[in-house]
């Protein structure tokens, strides 16, 4: 306990210095109308290049803070695959502690399989994958993990209602260095660390609720990025080979970072 109160410290006194650094840097109105330009032009390429992209395929580990009713943040972790194929095509996987869940769309029906419970649900969803980024996310209240990098326009979905921009130059994620940006939005803060050179994908992505008591984030952090026909499968048809029961979407509550009572 006594190294880990040392570290808050070391740590604590790092971040004053850091923050102070950034206080000094943002107080320098020379530049500021530049570097927002500049982050508003590379969050513009890392959109248009993953727009280009027909198929993309890459491994995630997400956290997600919850607040007790005590104010103690905890820490609910997952990992999981994405794999895409413009327009209308995709299979994700999220493995945490309350749920192992695949989600699999071929353009026509979303199939959600529950492998903890071995059941799965089927729901019509005709259309892209923006149609049901959106369905999930605004009627069956399933969200999909990455939904905002995936989407047609990233940009234009990121930028709603963005009210400040920052260039905090350069940071490494996964041994990758990337462009750090930091935006501010209406209800939320959100930060993204963006590849540098030819290939700009998002290397990290982090949320902050700052309207909500305790800012808790979510975060999400990609590897093993691969673009490409032959980085995802050929067949996006659900295949029962554990022989799961089929029911309801209702009947899997658990299948999301927290579960539902």
Same mark, same amino acid.
């Given at each position: 306990?006594?190294?880990?109160?040392?570290?808050?410290?070391?740590?604590?006194?790092? @971040?004053?210095?850091?923050?102070?650094?950034?206080?000094?840097?943002?107080?320098?109105?020379?530049?500021?109308?530049?570097?927002?330009?500049?982050?508003?032009?590379?969050?513009?390429?890392?959109?248009?290049? &993953?727009?280009?992209?027909?198929?993309?395929?890459?491994?995630?580990?997400?956290?997600? =803070?919850?607040?007790?009713?005590?104010?103690?943040? @905890?820490?609910?972790?997952?990992?999981?695959?994405?794999?895409?194929?413009?327009?209308?095509?995709?299979?994700?996987?999220?493995?945490?502690?309350?749920?192992?869940?695949?989600?699999?769309?071929?353009?026509?029906?979303?199939?959600?399989?529950?492998?903890? *419970?071995?059941?799965?649900?089927?729901?019509?969803?005709?259309?892209?994958?923006?149609?049901?980024?959106?369905?999930?996310?605004?009627?069956?209240?399933?969200? &999909?993990?990455?939904?905002?990098?995936? @989407?047609?326009?990233?940009?234009?979905? &990121?930028?709603?209602?963005?009210?400040?921009?920052?260039?905090?130059?350069?940071?490494?994620?996964?041994?990758?260095?990337?462009?750090?940006?930091?935006?501010?939005?209406?209800?939320?803060? #959100?930060?993204? #660390?963006?590849?540098?050179?030819?290939?700009?994908?998002?290397?990290?992505?982090?949320?902050? *609720?700052?309207?909500?008591?305790?800012?808790?984030?979510?975060?999400?952090?990609?590897?093993? #990025?691969?673009?490409?026909?032959?980085?995802?499968?050929?067949?996006?048809?659900?295949?029962?080979?554990?022989?799961? =029961?089929?029911?309801?979407?209702?009947?899997?509550?658990?299948?999301?970072?927290?579960?539902?009572?």
């Amino acid at each position: 306990m006594m190294i880990a109160q040392h570290l808050i410290r070391t740590i604590t006194a790092s @971040l004053s210095s850091a923050a102070l650094a950034l206080t000094v840097f943002a107080g320098m109105p020379t530049g500021a109308t530049a570097a927002e330009a500049d982050a508003k032009t590379l969050l513009k390429a890392m959109s248009d290049y &993953l727009t280009d992209q027909k198929a993309i395929s890459f491994n995630y580990d997400s956290n997600l =803070e919850v607040v007790a009713q005590d104010h103690q943040k @905890l820490l609910l972790a997952s990992s999981g695959k994405i794999e895409m194929g413009r327009p209308d095509k995709i299979r994700a996987t999220r493995h945490g502690g309350f749920a192992d869940v695949e989600m699999v769309f071929d353009g026509k029906t979303l199939t959600v399989l529950g492998k903890d *419970a071995n059941r799965y649900a089927e729901v019509d969803v005709p259309g892209t994958i923006d149609n049901l980024v959106n369905r999930l996310r605004d009627t069956l209240h399933r969200p &999909l993990p990455a939904a905002d990098l995936i @989407l047609a326009n990233v940009y234009e979905e &990121l930028m709603r209602d963005v009210i400040d921009v920052k260039d905090l130059g350069s940071g490494v994620v996964g041994g990758t260095e990337c462009d750090h940006l930091a935006f501010r939005a209406k209800d939320v803060d #959100w930060q993204i #660390w963006i590849a540098q050179g030819e290939n700009p994908y998002p290397c990290r992505y982090v949320i902050t *609720a700052s309207q909500v008591d305790q800012s808790p984030q979510y975060s999400i952090q990609i590897s093993d #990025w691969k673009t490409g026909i032959d980085v995802v499968a050929d067949d996006f048809s659900f295949e029962n080979k554990s022989k799961a =029961e089929k029911v309801d979407l209702e009947k899997l509550p658990n299948i999301d970072e927290l579960p539902i009572t």
